[in-house]
């Protein structure tokens, strides 16, 4: 089948509209003028134009195209990337302390809820081991301090009240030291408190004070201690000055008139809380042995070796 163009076709319509045809036997006469006027017809198909032929596209070094070309060859390279078997190095997560991954180990959001509810998670010692290391260490505040140099040295006097101020600072730089041990050491914070407690409703007792006041007085001094520990841990991350005037209210009962006093007593926490900090955190939470420097020293500066305490298996 013989494809002829569209202009063609118009042409033989509008020439056959103008010249109508002739009778049958006019002969060749009758078409020579028709012949003449007529546009030749073109036998031969012509090719249809392509689209994607490079006459319709242009030649590759348009401008145009120059974009097109680095933007295949980039998606070709991110093919061959993704499918080459080389994987990146992977980031490695920082590493933790070993004490804080053993409590992540033991933890997780059931425990954080129960903490939130006021119960204990899980620890890394049995619950025993640091009651009685609790109960040790309180005791260690209690009878391995020289009274005698406080109550004459400080000018206080010689009441259950003085025993019960000189027994909290003493518990307070425990507290300070066995905060820094966890969770673990949060706990025994609340046993060495309780015991603390204990002892002083035991001795008020034997003192012989009834229930009613002995129940106020309980009441006076709880307010009295958890005011003590603000001030005193406002007092230590501070200067000397705001220390000493913790230790004036709280201690002395604001009723010290020398300085030399409060010097003398500044001087003692600092080196005290220098001292604790420098003691085993493992040994404390299975033993709760503390010793306690003098109250006066010669070289206060100084920080005295540390004995290495003693205990079996069962932390006993």
Same mark, same amino acid.
């Given at each position: 089948?013989?494809?002829?163009?569209?202009?063609?076709?118009?042409?033989?319509?509008?020439?056959?509209?103008?010249?109508?045809?002739?009778?049958?036997?006019?002969?060749?006469?009758?078409?020579?003028?028709?012949?003449?006027?007529?546009?030749?017809?073109?036998?031969?198909?012509?090719?249809?134009?392509?689209?994607?032929s490079v006459k319709s596209?242009g030649p590759i070094s348009?401008?145009?195209?120059?974009?097109?070309?680095?933007?295949?060859?980039?998606?070709?390279?991110?093919?061959?990337?993704?499918?080459?078997?080389?994987?990146?190095?992977?980031?490695?997560?920082?590493?933790?302390?070993?004490?804080?991954?053993?409590?992540?180990?033991?933890?997780?959001?059931?425990?954080?809820?129960?903490?939130?509810?006021?119960?204990?998670?899980?620890?890394?010692?049995?619950?025993?081991?640091?009651?009685?290391?609790?109960?040790?260490?309180?005791?260690?505040?209690?009878?391995?301090?020289?009274?005698?140099?406080?109550?004459? /040295?400080?000018?206080?006097?010689?009441?259950?009240?003085?025993?019960?101020?000189?027994?909290?600072?003493?518990?307070?730089?425990?507290?300070?030291?066995?905060?820094?041990?966890?969770?673990?050491?949060?706990?025994?914070?609340?046993?060495?408190?309780?015991?603390?407690?204990?002892?002083?409703?035991?001795?008020?007792?034997?003192?012989?004070?009834?229930?009613?006041?002995? /129940?106020?007085?309980?009441?006076?001094?709880?307010?009295?201690?958890?005011?003590?520990?603000?001030?005193?841990?406002?007092?230590?991350?501070?200067?000397?000055?705001?220390?000493?005037?913790?230790?004036?209210?709280?201690?002395?009962?604001?009723?010290?008139?020398?300085?030399?006093?409060?010097?003398?007593?500044?001087?003692?926490?600092?080196?005290?809380?220098?001292?604790?900090?420098?003691?085993?955190g493992e040994d404390l939470?299975?033993?709760?042995?503390?010793?306690?420097?003098?109250?006066?020293?010669?070289?206060?500066?100084?920080?005295?070796?540390?004995?290495?305490?003693?205990?079996?298996?069962?932390?006993?």
């Open positions: 089948m013989i494809r002829r163009p569209l202009r063609s076709l118009l042409g033989l319509a509008a020439q056959a509209a103008a010249h109508p045809a002739t009778p049958a036997g006019g002969g060749a006469a009758a078409w020579a003028p028709n012949l003449a006027t007529r546009r030749p017809l073109h036998c031969r198909p012509q090719p249809v134009k392509n689209q994607l596209v348009e401008p145009g195209l120059r974009p097109l070309l680095p933007a295949r060859r980039q998606q070709q390279q991110r093919r061959w990337s993704s499918s080459s078997s080389v994987k990146e190095p992977q980031q490695q997560p920082p590493q933790q302390p070993p004490q804080q991954e053993e409590e992540e180990e033991v933890g997780g959001a059931l425990t954080k809820v129960m903490e939130a509810l006021g119960f204990t998670g899980p620890l890394k010692y049995s619950k025993w081991k640091i009651k009685i290391a609790g109960l040790r260490m309180y005791t260690c505040c209690v009878e391995r301090i020289n009274y005698e140099d406080f109550l004459d /040295k400080c000018s206080l006097p010689d009441t259950l009240n003085s025993w019960f101020l000189v027994v909290q600072l003493h518990v307070w730089m425990c507290l300070v030291r066995m905060r820094q041990e966890g969770r673990a050491g949060k706990f025994m914070c609340r046993y060495i408190v309780y015991s603390m407690w204990e002892d002083v409703e035991q001795r008020s007792m034997i003192l012989g004070v009834d229930a009613i006041h002995r /129940k106020e007085a309980m009441k006076l001094m709880t307010e009295m201690f958890y005011a003590a520990l603000f001030g005193y841990d406002e007092g230590l991350l501070s200067d000397d000055c705001v220390l000493a005037a913790a230790l004036w209210r709280n201690l002395f009962n604001r009723e010290c008139d020398d300085p030399q006093q409060l010097e003398m007593l500044v001087e003692y926490v600092r080196k005290q809380v220098q001292f604790i900090d420098s003691l085993n939470l299975l033993t709760g042995e503390v010793r306690w420097r003098p109250l006066l020293e010669e070289n206060a500066q100084s920080i005295l070796k540390v004995a290495t305490p003693t205990y079996n298996d069962a932390g006993l």
